[in-house]
């Protein structure tokens, strides 16, 4: 690093050598540092002598820039880190001779936008399913009608993946989760030990029913109680439903990787839209917090913000009144 402060280079001395820090991390400590001393140099300052004022325009700066809130908040990582060492460790260096505050101490990163759960739309999710339900039919092989079931459940009740594949055929005391047939509905052991029963709708419970009768064609001779089954005859991996849920939307056309919790955003996104009643989504959820279920509302607004502009007549008005 050309025309460097000493103590910067003494401090990724030590992240290389003391700390022994991976090439990537030191990389972008390195870089984050080249920007604070070339900083610091446009100020006319040495780094001692920054302050908590200047670190916060900085960050504006960075912000203004288009920088991210993640990138933001590592480069003010990497100056903190550097002023806690400056102040512990680098007091050979005379520029610290007036170091007494951490100028980064307080400052903080904007704050990052929450990622919304992605989901597929109405029109997405039915083509997936009824995709899957072609597949079946055409192919007449087991896979297929117990990848469509599986798909139709996951869609049909927002069932994470460890839920669905803990379903056996049938209630037993040891089972985490089953099926009633005749009330249609699944009973499940969510997070923290809690069970929950939610309704199945009628296509997947004929796409189970009809994946139940081959699954016995199948399984004469083994004693697996799992309702979903590999090649093997053994309970259903995760890797599995998610390669084969992959590879089923690519061939269904589906602009987007789809997987298993994707279909869970999609059920209750669908539902929210509909029903508008948060309270039963988090039921059927089986969430703790109704803050971990409203985050559907934006996608649900989202949803009815894209209606209004294709639909609302002013929604694309051209121009002003003159």
């Known amino acids: 690093m050309s025309n460097s402060f000493p103590e910067v280079e003494a401090y990724l001395h030590e992240l290389h050598v003391v700390r022994q820090l991976s090439t990537y991390t030191l990389k972008a400590y390195r870089t984050d540092l080249s920007l604070l001393q070339e900083n610091a140099k446009e100020e006319g300052l040495s780094l ?68 919304l759960p992605k989901a597929l739309s109405v029109e997405q999710a039915i083509s997936l399913v009824e995709f899957a339900a072609k597949e079946a039919k055409e192919k007449k092989d087991w896979e297929s009608y117990r990848d469509y079931a599986a798909i139709e459940l996951l869609y049909s009740s927002g069932l994470r993946l460890s839920e ?67 090649i093997q005859g053994t309970r259903l991996s995760a890797r599995t439903v998610q390669a084969r849920l992959r590879t089923l939307a690519i061939r269904a056309g589906l602009p987007t990787h789809v997987h298993p919790h994707m279909m869970r ?36 607004f989202q ?8 639909a609302h007549p002013r929604a694309k008005a051209k121009g002003s009144a003159k």
């Open 48 to 115: 001692d002598k920054v302050s908590n004022a200047l670190i916060r325009r900085w960050a504006a700066a960075l912000h203004a820039k288009g920088k991210s809130p993640r990138t933001i908040a590592r480069t003010l990582s990497g100056w903190r880190g550097f002023y806690a060492w400056l102040a512990l460790e680098g007091k050979e260096h005379q520029s610290n001779a007036g170091l007494s505050v951490n100028p980064v101490a307080d400052v903080k990163a904007p704050r990052r936008n929450k990622l």
């Open 265 to 300: 955003h999609s059920f209750a996104s669908h539902v929210l839209q509909s029903s508008h009643d948060l309270r039963a989504v988090q039921e059927m959820l089986g969430h703790a917090s109704i803050a971990s279920t409203q985050i559907y509302t934006s996608l649900d």
């Open 164 to 230: 669905l594949l803990g379903i056996d055929v049938e209630p037993s005391p040891n089972a985490a989760g089953w099926l009633d047939w005749d009330a249609a509905e699944v009973s499940v052991l969510g997070k923290g030990n809690k069970r929950r029963a939610i309704p199945v709708g009628k296509p997947a419970m004929t796409a189970l029913r009809d994946w139940r009768e081959i699954r016995a064609h199948y399984l004469v001779n083994t004693k697996e109680a799992a309702l979903f089954i590999s």
């Open 303 to 310: 949803h009815l913000a894209k209606a209004y502009d294709s």
